[in-house]
């Protein structure tokens, strides 16, 4: 696994390491089943509060990427795998909920953009 985070940059750490493992969960990169580092080495390794990393495997997990196994320690999930059709049939509800308020493509565009910056 191969993180580094930006202690520049105006995007919090947390999400630099939830974005990242996200990225090489869904390239493939990181294999369903693979045993992640704990969150104090994880912390450690990157030179981050223990808390910000917590936050981050608690937001893959949410989101279906990561699986905890009590103390077997924390995993990437099989529910992965579906991560892009998930994210397809929820852009799809949104355009038809859009489409159904009136809401312009342009307007639609601009609130998932802000939706993804917030």
Do not use: C, W
Request: aromatic content about 4%.
């Amino acid at each position: 696994m191969r993180i580094s985070v930006d202690h520049t940059s105006d995007v919090p750490p947390f999400e630099q390491v939830r974005s990242t493992i996200a990225e090489q969960i869904n390239s493939g990169e990181l294999a369903v089943g693979t045993k992640l580092p704990t969150v104090r080495a994880l912390a450690a390794e990157l030179g981050i509060a223990a808390n910000t990393a917590a936050r981050a495997y608690r937001e893959l997990e949410h989101a279906g990427l990561l699986e905890t196994r009590g103390r077997a320690g924390t995993f990437v999930s099989g529910a992965g795998d579906d991560a892009a059709t998930r994210a397809a049939e929820a852009a799809a509800s949104y355009a038809q909920t859009t489409r159904a308020l009136g809401i312009s493509r342009e307007q639609a565009l601009a609130i998932v953009r802000a939706a993804l910056q917030a």
